[in-house]
Antibody, heavy 120, light 107 residues
Framework: QVQLQESGPGLVKPSETLSLTCAVS?????????WGWIRQPPGKGLEWIGS???????YSNPSLKSRVTISVDTSKNQFSLKLSSVTAADTAVYYC?????????????WGQGTLVTVSS | EIVLTQSPGTLSLSPGERATLSCRAS???????LAWYQQKPGQAPRLLIY???SRATGIPDRFSGSGSGTDFTLTISRLEPEDFAVYYC????????FGQGTKLEIK
C-alpha cells in the first residue's frame, strides 16, 4: 500500500521560504511515476503547484514557477518543495501525491495534507 | 493554460436522486488527461474517475464519467448519504489545472 506523509513547519514568516518534505512508503520513487505538490487555501479549491520525475525533471505551475523548487532524494525515498518569498496568500493545506502519466494522468495516492500558515 | 469551469457551483439533491456535474475546458483536452476527485471536509481528495470514464479502484459503479473534447460529465446514478461532498475535475497534460469544484449538498 502506497503511503505519503508531508512534514515541515506549520508557520512561516512573510518573505521567507516554505519548505516541505513528502516521505513515500510502500513504493520506491526510483521505480517510476511522477510526484506532485498540490495546495488548498482555507475554504477554497485545489491548485497544482508542480511535479517531479525520479530522474529529476520538473514541471511547475506557471503562476508559481519563479518561486518553486521541487527536488527528489531517491536514497531517502522522499521529495521536497521549496516556495520562496511567501505571503499570506500562500497560507494553505499542502498535499503531496503520486502522479501517474501513462496511459492516463491521475493523482492516485495522496498524503493527508499539512497546514502551513504564513504570518509574522 | 487550460481553464476548467465546473457547474453548478452548488447542487442540492436528496439521497436516491441522480446527480450530474459538468466540467468545461477552455480548450480541447485529451480524455486521457481528465480525472475527477471527491473531497470530504478535513480529508485529502480521493481519485474517482480517470481517463474521463474509468473508475478508480474501489469506486462504486454508481459513479460514472463521460465526455470528450471540452465537455466532461460526472454522474452519480443514485445518491448515497456518503456521496455528499465537493467534486473537482482536473486535467494534466504537461501541467495541471483543477476546476473550482462543485459542492454536492443534501436538500
Amino acid at each position: 500500500q502506497v503511503q505519503l506523509q508531508e512534514s515541515g513547519p506549520g508557520l512561516v514568516k512573510p518573505s521567507e521560504t516554505l519548505s516541505l518534505t513528502c516521505a513515500v512508503s510502500g513504493y520506491s520513487i526510483s521505480s517510476g511515476y511522477y510526484w506532485g505538490w498540490i495546495r488548498q487555501p482555507p475554504g477554497k479549491g485545489l491548485e497544482w503547484i508542480g511535479s517531479i520525475h525520479h530522474s529529476g525533471s520538473t514541471y511547475s505551475n506557471p503562476s508559481l514557477k519563479s518561486r518553486v523548487t521541487i527536488s527528489v532524494d531517491t536514497s531517502k525515498n522522499q521529495f521536497s518543495l521549496k516556495l520562496s518569498s511567501v505571503t499570506a496568500a500562500d497560507t494553505a493545506v499542502y498535499y503531496c501525491a503520486r502522479l501517474a502519466v501513462v496511459p492516463e494522468t491521475k493523482f492516485d495516492y495522496w498524503g493527508q495534507g499539512t497546514l502551513v500558515t504564513v504570518s509574522s | 493554460e487550460i481553464v476548467l469551469t465546473q457547474s453548478p457551483g452548488t447542487l442540492s439533491l436528496s439521497p436516491g436522486e441522480r446527480a450530474t456535474l459538468s466540467c468545461r475546458a477552455s480548450q480541447s483536452v485529451s480524455s486521457s488527461y481528465l480525472a475527477w476527485y471527491q473531497q470530504k471536509p478535513g480529508q485529502a481528495p480521493r481519485l474517482l474517475i480517470y481517463g474521463a470514464s474509468s473508475r478508480a479502484t474501489g469506486i462504486p459503479d454508481r459513479f460514472s464519467g463521460s465526455g470528450s473534447g471540452t465537455d466532461f460529465t460526472l454522474t452519480i446514478s443514485r445518491l448515497e448519504p456518503e456521496d455528499f461532498a465537493v467534486y473537482y475535475c482536473q486535467q494534466y497534460a504537461n501541467s495541471g489545472t483543477f476546476g473550482q469544484g462543485t459542492k454536492l449538498e443534501i436538500k
